[in-house]
């Protein structure tokens, strides 16, 4: 029903910043999120962002990372800064659609976008 792809990701140096991309093949009226999953580790939630764009946010990225949505072009970013090794991840796009019968809800997931943090 929805497509979600991110792009941005890239090698870079600790300190330094990147921008990520969740560009949607639609729009996109519930909260959407970032996540990200290292090597051997579970996925986590790293920042979501509501339609009106109240955010939250990891405690780990709270203050280096800024999320944002641009509705009308139906794209979701995230902006980091000051990153360091331990933000090395995939970072992946997420939002669902629920409905009044939980049994219709729906996952959707970008297929991610590698960010690698050297020191």
């Known amino acids: 029903q929805v497509q979600l792809v991110e792009s941005g990701g890239a090698v870079v140096q600790a300190g330094g910043s990147l921008r990520l991309s969740c560009a949607a093949s639609?729009?996109?009226?519930?909260?959407m999120s970032w996540y990200r999953q290292a090597p051997g580790k579970h996925r986590e939630l790293v920042a979501s962002?509501?339609?009106?764009?109240?955010?939250d946010y990891a405690d780990s990225v709270r203050g280096r990372f800024t999320i944002s949505r641009d509705n009308a072009k139906n794209t979701m970013y995230l902006q980091m800064i000051n990153l360091k090794p331990e933000d090395t991840a995939v970072y992946y796009c997420?939002?669902?659609?629920?409905?009044?019968?939980?049994?219709?809800?729906?996952?959707?997931w970008g297929l991610g976008t590698q960010v690698m943090v050297f020191s």
């Open positions: 639609r729009s996109i009226s519930n909260t």
């Open positions: 962002i509501s339609y009106a764009g109240y955010a």
């Open positions: 997420y939002t669902k659609s629920e409905a009044l019968n939980p049994k219709y809800d729906r996952e959707y």
